[in-house]
């Protein structure tokens, strides 16, 4: 979180309603978290102006619990609209506030976008949490070998069709898949740094897409440090995180 992105005071439970009455946007997050970071990307692209409001995950405050049924971030309130979940935030965003789009206008492209975030969230996300919670040598080695995989896979389909004309996934225009990715390649270091996994060097086109998101300012202005996510993400690689993400992850198959 930059210097231009402070967060605003946390309110309480009645203090919303003053945001309520004035339809402002807020988003719940924790500056940790990449699902909510892509609901700060998506609002920043957006340019939408909204309340920011940071909690500690590790000492959530009772108001967030009734606002959240999973108890996880992000959670966007907007007037009397609660969701949570950031793909869901994400498409509603772009629906509510439909400028600059982010999502393409033709339904199959759109399908083939939601396939991507599809895919981003239940296939590479997954494999990103297994092979850092993994404390099994053996079982790293099939997650390491599955995020290789994942990493071929992307970048065949990124060389082909209208998936090579760049420098986004969609093409030339940043997308709702771009904001999905962007977070978890963001803290891809913490797979370098403690399973040994980098990108390989053949996958020109892969690190072509990473590079443009890396530059892209809605991402830079969410963005963190190295040090930072490598310190986050040490309780993931020595097996002690214990939070909602952590265990989630460790029950998926």
């Known amino acids: 979180m930059t210097d231009g992105q402070k967060p605003k005071k946390i309110p309480s439970e009645s203090d919303s309603d003053t945001d309520r009455s004035q339809s402002k946007v807020e988003i719940i997050s924790a500056d940790v978290c990449p699902f909510a970071q892509r609901s700060r990307i998506v609002l920043l692209e957006k340019e939408v102006d909204f309340i920011l409001s940071e909690i500690d995950l590790k000492n959530k405050p009772d108001w967030f619990l009734r ?3 999973y108890s996880k971030v992000p959670v966007l309130r907007y007037g009397e609209t609660r969701i949570y979940e950031s793909a869901i935030i994400n498409e509603y965003l772009d ?24 895919f981003c969230d239940n296939r590479f996300t997954v494999t990103f949490y297994k092979l850092l919670l993994e404390q099994d040598k ?7 070998n599955c995020m290789l995989d994942h990493l ?6 990124m060389l082909s069709g209208t998936y090579g004309s760049g420098p986004y996934w969609m093409g030339k225009t940043f997308s709702l898949v771009d904001a999905s990715f962007a977070p978890f390649f963001e803290r891809f270091v913490a797979l370098e740094h403690y399973r040994d ?5 053949q996958h020109t086109r892969l690190k072509e897409w990473t590079t443009a998101l890396e530059r892209r300012e809605s991402v830079k202005k969410t963005s963190r440090s190295r040090d930072y996510f490598i310190a986050r993400y040490a309780p993931y690689a020595d ?5 909602i993400t952590a265990k989630e992850m460790r029950e998926k198959t």
């Not at 996994?197 to 060097?201: D, F, H, Q, S």
């Open 138 to 144: 053996d079982k790293q080695n099939e997650y390491r």
């Open 197 to 201: 996994v980098t990108i390989p060097p």
């Open 95 to 118: 629906e509510v506030f439909p400028k600059p789009p982010l999502m393409p206008s033709d339904p199959e492209r759109r399908a083939e976008a939601r396939i991507w975030i599809d």
């Open 67 to 69: 606002v959240s049924p």
């Open 239 to 243: 097996g002690t995180a214990e939070g």
């Open 152 to 157: 071929l896979f992307l970048e065949t389909k």
